[in-house]
């Protein structure tokens, strides 16, 4: 038998079913794997009594002849950005440590009930604010992959689903939960050579998820492979009226709809993803993408989407608006950390324990949010930019007249190390300078693997689909992993 | 527009965040090239387009105005880092 926990989803899920295997073999080979890797830090709470107890009760009722569920004896981890019924959920923050919600996400609560068992809540980057899982109040999250050569350096495993990808990529987990405000699922695949897929807004409810910036938080999954990403899509997407922008929409078999036969399907390349000055590897990887999606059948259209460069900017307007509205809730009162300085009345209070609880980078995002929300800046900042994001999403509907699906690069670059992007916010954000325009328009979005670069580092393509049309979006990622091949993985070293 | 020290200040104090003149006087900078690089918003011609509301076209919906959720006192009080006889516990707000 092959090592457990180098199976994906699907084979886990078929192996159980056919009796390969027991449920409680592969909870206990990954949470021995989770127990085994303290040094990447990718877990902030590990939980393997859940996952044992979603196994036993898989073995159960195979047993006992009953009907297994989708995902019954899969284990899988949570980013810790989603509310488990109690388990301890801070969304890497000091202001939430301790809090122990009394209720459980959508999300979450739909894979619990599909089967899946929980290894453990997943370290992220700070209110998921950051690309490089450095913002954390629980400490960094270390990437398995090293840079050829003897560089010992740590590198980033992207943000701000950080945990996530480097739980899966050192296969602590065959699959995860993530979310993506501006990138954070797409981008941390691509830099650990895992794919992942962020829907349609409003596929996946957002109750229960700790709000970063609603207009843009989507939940998604990442996995190894693009095949047991429509799985767990599957199992985490459908309507719920506690969401206010949940779509009632039924939920495609993505799963049996997958097919890596793009004939007929147009591909558009977006000129201005290609800036001079693009790092050559990336461009590279990117013309050995197109030329494996017409090998798939499909043709190749050249698009322009003009409105690319004020992405970035739009967002950074927009992302930290909500986020100061939002994160407006962590008063002290109600959860989470209090801070009341000797003498303090109700506003010391608040200022207090806002000082303490959040980070560098989630006070300076609050600050920019509220001074771009405030009085006589509000239309020149915030009106302005909902303004141009209306024309990026235009640029979008336009493209898409001419073609059916997008390819472009996920991120500008391959992994960096930790600490050599941190003294420049600016520098950090144009991490998200592809991955950002399909956030603002809502759209469909996956990262997955291409191939390494010459250091020896994962590099991602990105595929954008039409609003809805997540299955087009999986079936060119399956073309592109059934091309490149990508069998590379990290050197254990942890 | 650039700001300064005194627009650092009055951004926390809306913000509920309290900072040292030495942290406000590093954000100073800090904020200042955000907002700098946001700038660039303002030479997009945006005549005639109207602020985006929605990312993907969706009817809010209406429900029956009937109570769906309640008695879970306890529940809400849970992680309160104050909670006194039912209820959430603040410094005094008068005095």
Redesign the interface.
């Known amino acids: 038998m092959s090592n457990l926990t180098d199976l994906t989803v699907a084979e886990i899920r078929d192996g159980f079913r056919g009796g390969d295997f027991s449920a409680r073999e592969v909870a206990e080979a990954f949470n021995a794997n989770v127990a085994a890797a303290k040094a990447l830090n990718a877990f902030i709470v590990e939980t393997p009594e859940k996952a044992l107890e979603a196994a036993d009760a898989a073995d159960k009722a195979k047993a006992a002849g009953e009907a297994l569920k989708p995902l019954s004896g899969v284990p899988i981890g949570m980013k810790d950005l989603f509310c488990t019924e109690g388990v301890q959920t801070t969304a890497a923050s000091h202001m939430l440590e301790g809090?122990?919600?009394?209720?459980e996400s959508t999300v979450s609560k739909k894979l619990w009930d599909a089967g899946a068992g929980m290894l453990g809540k997943l370290n992220l980057d700070q209110f998921a604010m950051g690309s490089s899982n450095e913002t954390s109040y629980f400490g960094n999250v270390i990437s398995p992959w090293r840079r050829g050569g003897g560089d010992n350096a740590a590198l980033a495993p992207g943000g701000s689903s950080g945990g996530s990808s480097a739980a899966i990529s050192a296969r602590l987990c065959p699959a995860a939960t993530g979310t993506d405000t501006g990138g954070s699922i797409r981008q941390p695949a691509a830099f650990t050579g895992i794919s992942g897929i962020k829907p349609?807004?409003?596929r996946c409810s957002r109750w229960g998820v700790v709000a970063f910036a609603s207009?843009?938080d989507q939940a998604g999954p990442m996995a190894r492979i693009v095949r047991d990403n429509a799985i767990l899509l599957e199992t985490m997407a459908g309507f719920d009226?506690k969401d206010?922008?949940s779509?009632?929409l039924a939920v495609p078999q993505w799963e049996a709809g997958l097919s890596s036969d793009l004939r007929g399907k147009k591909v558009g390349i977006p000129k201005e993803y290609r800036p001079d000055g693009l790092n050559a590897e990336i461009s590279a990887m990117w013309d050995r993408g197109i030329a494996w999606l017409k090998d798939a059948g499909a043709e190749v259209v050249e698009v322009s989407l003009p409105?690319t460069k004020?992405a970035l900017?739009?967002y950074?307007?927009i992302a930290p608006a909500e986020a100061?509205s939002n994160l407006?809730r962590y008063?002290?009162?109600?959860?989470?950390?209090?801070d009341?300085p000797d003498g303090?009345?109700?506003?010391?209070?608040?200022?207090?324990t806002?000082?303490a609880g959040?980070g560098p980078e989630v006070?300076?995002r609050?600050?920019?949010g509220?001074?771009?929300l405030?009085a006589g800046f509000y239309d020149?900042?915030y009106?302005?930019?909902?303004?141009?994001?209306?024309?990026i999403?235009r640029d979008f509907e336009l493209a898409f007249e001419k073609c059916d699906l997008l390819l472009t690069p996920t991120a500008p670059s391959a992994s960096f190390a930790l600490g050599e992007k941190q003294a420049d916010?600016?520098a950090m954000y144009l991490n998200d300078v592809f991955t950002v325009p399909a956030s603002?328009?809502?759209l469909p979005a996956m990262a997955v693997p291409g191939g390494l670069d010459g250091q020896g580092l994962p590099l991602g393509l990105q595929i954008i689909g039409r609003?809805l049309d997540e299955q087009t979006v999986l079936n060119a990622g399956l073309a592109i992993e059934e091309r490149a091949g990508f069998t590379a993985r990290p050197e254990k070293w942890w | 527009m650039s700001i300064d020290l005194q627009t650092v200040k009055k951004i926390a104090s809306l913000s509920r965040i309290s900072v040292t003149d030495a942290e406000a006087e590093a954000m100073v900078p800090e904020l200042n090239n955000i907002l700098g690089w946001v700038e660039q918003l303002g030479e997009v011609d945006v005549t005639g387009v109207e602020p985006m509301t929605a990312v993907i076209p969706n009817k809010l919906r209406l429900r029956e105005d009937a109570v769906t959720d309640g008695n879970v006192r306890e529940r809400v009080l849970a992680n309160a880092p104050q909670a006194e006889h039912g209820f959430f516990a603040v410094p005094k707000v008068i005095e």
């Open positions: 809090f122990t919600p009394t209720y349609t807004y409003g207009s843009l009226p206010s922008t779509l009632d409105h004020y900017p739009t950074y307007i100061s407006a008063d002290g009162v109600r959860y989470g950390q209090r009341l303090a009345g109700l506003q010391d209070m608040y200022a207090a806002r000082a959040f006070k300076r609050i600050m920019i509220t001074y771009v405030s020149a900042y009106t302005q930019a909902q303004k141009v994001r209306a024309l999403a916010p600016l603002l328009a809502g609003a």
